[in-house]
């Protein structure tokens, strides 16, 4: 079985699904990246899905599992770079990825985890947080 | 008309997959939009896995289709699994009688342009849909 490679940059883990995922290899993503927060103790997940060209309710839900368990182990998780036809049917499907956080890519998603985690200590760290790109992050 | 029928047996996660991509190598095929492909592949995605883990495993056929206007792709899931007693409750948003989201079924409805079941308790369940090019 394939795995999906989780990758520790500073505060951050930062998962790229590359391939298309059997629903097994969704489920021991989960746990893997469950471990992997406890083991760094890392604040911020990134899951990069621009690789994606379906996300169905299976794939949605973990994410929206990852999102819950991650918050659980006092982690924010956010779902970058999602392709526009996936977002399309995504709502028409009946998903709306409750709780789950989105940016446009993995650079806006660093931005919002920053902003959060500034926010969370009561110290913004983020210079950057009038820049107009800021904007495009949106937030659930 | 239509194009030569492709068959797989579903019988593992695995075998999700391969429907995945052999639909959207069709979908290409025959030219459905970016989007329309997506939903497709994601309506093929979700009947799939209720055929694996609801019927307990059938197939899944893929033909092309051409209604002399436009062009398309017809699939047909099916299975000899315990059937579905309540159509209606099948099809309502949010109820799973396994452990998913319950939208497998009613959103995969809504992502295609024609779909049809046929379904017997104790027989099995058929399910075909069609996607047209616009």
């Given amino acids: ?140 | 008309m239509s194009d030569q029928a492709e068959r797989i047996e579903v019988g593992s996660d695995q075998d999700v997959v391969r429907v995945r991509q052999l639909i959207r190598a069709r979908a290409v095929a025959v030219k459905l939009s970016l989007v329309d492909q997506t939903k497709l592949v994601t309506a093929a995605s979700e009947l799939a896995r209720n055929t694996l883990v609801y019927g307990g495993g059938g197939s899944v056929e893929v033909t092309s289709v051409d209604n002399g206007r436009r062009k398309g792709i017809r699939i047909v899931f099916a299975d000899q699994g315990p059937g579905i007693a309540d159509l209606d409750l099948a099809f309502t948003d949010g109820y799973t009688s396994g452990g998913g989201l319950g939208l497998g079924l009613s959103g995969a409805r809504r992502l295609v342009d024609e779909f049809d079941i046929e379904t017997a308790v104790g027989e099995g369940t058929t399910i075909t849909v069609t996607k047209w090019c616009r």
């Fill in chain 1, 1 to 140: 079985m394939e795995r999906v490679p989780i990758l520790k940059i500073g505060d951050i883990l930062l998962v790229s699904i590359q391939i298309d995922m059997e629903d097994q290899v969704a489920l021991q993503l989960q746990e893997d990246l469950a471990d992997r927060i406890v083991a760094t103790g890392c604040h911020g997940v990134i899951i990069d899905i621009s690789a994606l060209d379906i996300v169905d309710s299976f794939v949605g839900r973990t994410l929206a599992t990852i999102a819950a368990i991650s918050k659980v182990l006092d982690a924010d998780t956010v779902v970058v770079g999602m392709r526009p036809a996936v977002a399309i049917t995504l709502v028409e499907l009946g998903l709306s990825l409750p709780g789950i956080r989105t940016a446009l890519n993995v650079e806006l998603g660093m931005d919002l985890l920053a902003r959060e985690r500034g926010e969370d200590d009561d110290e913004p760290d983020d210079e950057d947080e009038d820049e107009p790109g800021a904007s495009a992050v949106a937030t659930s």
